[in-house]
């Protein structure tokens, strides 16, 4: 017969469900503007076909995981001694920054400068493992980390579904 796995404390639900919540957020905004990085490529000038915009496309998406690339073990560091509290907050609030900005500029390479900055902010996904791995008993500790990697995938669906529609409102 399998063990009996006791519920997760009131403090540790609290502390996945947090987690789990900023997660999507994070991850759901950054996925919100790629249907709509095409066309901005076009409106901004940086080609006149619109069938081409696939370089510069391109050059926008990426910057942000180059970000990432070069500042995430500095994050991590970082996170360690001073808290994993403020990264994640940090990470949250570059992001909520560069995507308001982003939609108020017409800048393309101001906008690849900024998801650059974007990315290289952007720890959240992994501070909410550390979070979990660290701040969840042995027992539980599976089935929280698997809700992190169901809301990535969940904000990846949404996120992309939603900026589809409003790439080009009537």
């Known amino acids: 017969a399998a063990a009996e796995v006791e519920a997760l404390s009131p403090y540790a639900q609290r502390s996945v469900t947090?987690?789990?919540?900023?997660?999507?957020?994070?991850?759901?905004?950054?996925?919100?503007?790629?249907?709509?990085?095409?066309?901005?490529?076009?409106?901004?000038?940086?080609?006149?076909?619109?069938?081409?915009?696939?370089?510069?496309?391109?050059?926008?998406?990426?910057?942000?995981?180059?970000?990432?690339?070069?500042?995430?073990?500095?994050?991590?560091?970082?996170?360690?001694?001073?808290?994993?509290?403020?990264?994640?907050?940090?990470?949250?609030?570059?992001?909520?920054?560069?995507?308001?900005?982003?939609?108020?500029?017409?800048?393309f390479w101001f906008v690849v400068f900024l998801r650059f900055v974007c990315g290289a902010m952007d720890f959240c996904f992994g501070i909410v493992k550390i979070y979990v791995a660290e701040g969840i008993e042995e027992e539980h500790r599976a089935r929280a980390m698997s809700w992190t990697g169901a809301t990535w995938g969940i904000a990846v669906i949404c996120g992309p579904a939603l900026g589809g529609v409003l790439a080009r409102p009537a």
């Open 18 to 107: 947090s987690a789990v919540i900023g997660n999507f957020v994070d991850i759901f905004g950054l996925c919100t503007i790629l249907p709509i990085i095409p066309f901005f490529v076009v409106d901004t000038g940086m080609v006149t076909d619109p069938r081409l915009p696939g370089d510069y496309a391109g050059y926008l998406t990426s910057s942000g995981q180059i970000g990432r690339l070069l500042c995430s073990m500095a994050w991590g560091k970082w996170s360690d001694t001073h808290g994993r509290k403020p990264v994640l907050q940090i990470s949250l609030a570059a992001t909520a920054v560069t995507s308001l900005l982003f939609g108020l500029t017409l800048n």
